[in-house]
């Protein structure tokens, strides 16, 4: 398609997250909730729809879910109820699901994203509401049959409904990103959308610029990572402009994202559209939360990333790009605060996390929690290397290592023992520069005959002899000033 015909139509987005809450147990019963166990495992009567059998709130899922309220400046809801949606499924045994309709547990409240020209954005939401997960259907173990697996069935959710605010393909990947995030930091959700712990359906519909009304909406399901939301979308966002571009109408309709061969495949068209029959779940009490639970819920929050990413730039002085580096997983977050409560050199701590300890790690394949050197040590490197004591190459290549080797070491110590410390003692420095223009008598008549380029030269030269020694920065205006005057 045409860059023109494209930039003729407004595309409009909203997205449906849904979130598995990381309870231990499920959201109305006492059955494990945990991925990975064997089929039909973590059940009872109640997972799998007894009649008889009653639905029991689990409190965490109502804490976790004022979490994410909160995180997105949402109001909570003083007084809900529950609803049954109804549906046939053979992965949904009760033949409903207990959700909020209409009275979610959070109204309002915003996602900050970026937008495609990277400016802050924020993205109203409509609502977050708790719901129960379905069993899985498992269609590709068993060549004659559909498997059931009900160990997902009753698993608490969150559903994060975003007004149709978003504006492109990368600023719902943005948002989803920003999602994973904010659950990530609030230890509510792992975020795995590989093992489905979230989820994202897309409503996508396409409008010619100043348009008055949005086109229909068509949604698409079954995208397994971020960027396949963000491919979806684009793919979809092409076939609507193809179809209006042909004067056909795009009808609602829910599609299925096939990752492979990277397209939409409709599921059920309006006409099939389900009707849920909401009606109220008569087996559950309705629940009221109050300023006091709120105020308390608040205060066991972490630091959130858009409050650290405001810290970092504005009162650290850190780049965007840094700050939003270190935000980005909420361990690295953690622990560059920690440094920070250590040492005031911002830039050397970001420096540092972000090159050495970050390519530890990813070398490792560890993660940030399973870093040996603390905190508090890496600050003390940060020092040594301020004060000039060490240059960050040696660190680098020297300190550090050895750190690895004996996390509870001092970097000081570990500098003197290993013979480390730099020398910014002018006569010494000189000593060596004296000795290297001696030993490259060429190199030296052809800076004298206006090479200068050869400066890096003797520097090298410089830092071989003094084995890494001396000083760079001093060493440097000395070595310049002495070739300046062969
Ligand atoms: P349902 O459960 O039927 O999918 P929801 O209200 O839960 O309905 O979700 C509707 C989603 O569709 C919201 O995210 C909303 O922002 C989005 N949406 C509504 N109208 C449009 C439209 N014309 N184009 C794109 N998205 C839309
Ligand atoms: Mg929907």
Redesign the pocket.
Known sequence: MTEEIRSKYQV?????VHAQMLTKSKAYSSDKNEFGSNPNTNISVISLGHPGTLPKMNKKTIEYAIKMGIACGADITPFQKFDRKNYFYPDLPKGYQITQDHTPICTNGKIYIKDDEGKEKSINL??IHMEEDAGKSIHDVDVHDTLVDLNRAGVPLI?I?????IRSSKEAYNYVTEVRKLVRYLDICDGNMEESSLRC?A???V?LKGAKE??????VKNMNSIRNVQKAIEFEINRQIKLVEKGIIVEQDTRSYDALKNTTISMRSKEAANDYRFFPEPDLLPITVDEKQIEAIKAEMPALPRDLFLKYTKECGLSEYDASNITDTKEIALFYDEMISFTKKYKGAANLLMGDVKSFLNEKGLEMNEFPISAKTLSELIAIIDEGKISSTISSQKVFPALIENPNDSPIKIAERLNLIQDSDEDSILEYINQVIKNNPDEADRYKNGDKKLTGFFMGQLMKISKGKADPKAANQLMRKTLDNL
């Open positions: 409009v987005i909203g997205l449906e409509t609502r559903e409904v975003s007004e149709p605010e359906d409503n996508i519909s409008m949005y086109g229909r909406r068509v949604e």
